[in-house]
């Protein structure tokens, strides 16, 4: 089952710009993953922030994580056409397992 | 370290056929996962394996197996298998001692026909 919900479920924008995706979830969790995914192959880590934590760098990446509203947000700055792709976020809630639960993902566009 | 490679690539099976697909983890690590993507679903988790034991299973019929060898290489087995198991299955692999974060691997797309 889906736990996180990305929004918005397409972007588009130009190179240099800004781009932020946010995704929600319904239980509590151990921490939170962002992966991005290029036309169908594998999904490529990009930053996890622990339930204790609020905000995490990492270059062009920020994200930031609300446990009181369940949501999470990640920043690209400075985008370029290579940043394009899908970016999902995935929860894990912890309790011995390492299993993800993944949102439906959010489909970034960068215009060269 | 070599990342997690996954074999074969790509597979076409007929329908009723079983299929079976592997995973090498990264060396170090224990623990592999495997997920089901497809366009209606999304990302599914199928199963986690630690030290040989399967340790969590998502909501997927027996038809869907797996097991892992002592060597941390996992396979997932699909039997009968359907035209709704058309998928990309990606394998993911953590470190015990590390930071909890999933390292996956290149898939394994299906194509049942």
């Known amino acids: 089952s889906q736990q996180g919900e990305e929004d918005p479920q397409a972007l588009s924008i130009q190179e240099g710009e800004n781009a932020t995706m946010n995704c929600s979830y319904k239980?509590?969790?151990?921490?939170l993953q962002w992966y991005r995914q290029n036309s169908g192959r594998g999904l490529v880590h990009l930053i996890l922030?622990?339930?204790?934590?609020r905000e995490k760098h990492s270059g062009r990446l920020r994200v930031t994580l609300d446990t009181s509203k369940k949501s999470s947000s990640l920043l690209i700055t400075a985008s370029r056409a290579a940043d394009t792709a899908s970016y999902f976020c995935a929860t894990n809630s912890g309790a011995g397992s390492y299993q993800l639960t993944f949102g439906k993902g959010t489909k970034l566009s960068v215009i060269p | 370290k070599a990342g997690v490679t996954q074999t074969p690539r790509y597979l076409i099976k007929t329908r009723g056929q079983q299929v079976t697909l592997s995973c090498s983890p990264i060396?170090?690590?224990?623990?592999v996962s495997w997920y089901q993507q497809t366009p209606g679903q999304g990302l599914q988790f199928l199963f986690e394996y630690f030290s040989e034991t399967q340790r969590n299973k998502g909501n997927f019929p027996g038809r869907f197996s797996g097991r892992q060898f002592s060597n941390s290489r996992s396979e997932m087995n699909v039997s009968t298998l359907e035209l709704g198991d058309s998928a990309l299955y990606l394998c993911?692999?953590?470190?015990?001692?590390?930071?909890?974060?999933?390292?996956f691997g290149p898939g394994t797309r299906l194509t049942v026909l």
């Open positions: 993911a692999s953590s470190s015990v001692s590390g930071t909890d974060t999933q390292y």
């Open positions: 922030i622990r339930s204790n934590e």
């Open positions: 060396s170090g690590h224990r623990s």
């Open positions: 239980t509590s969790i151990n921490n």
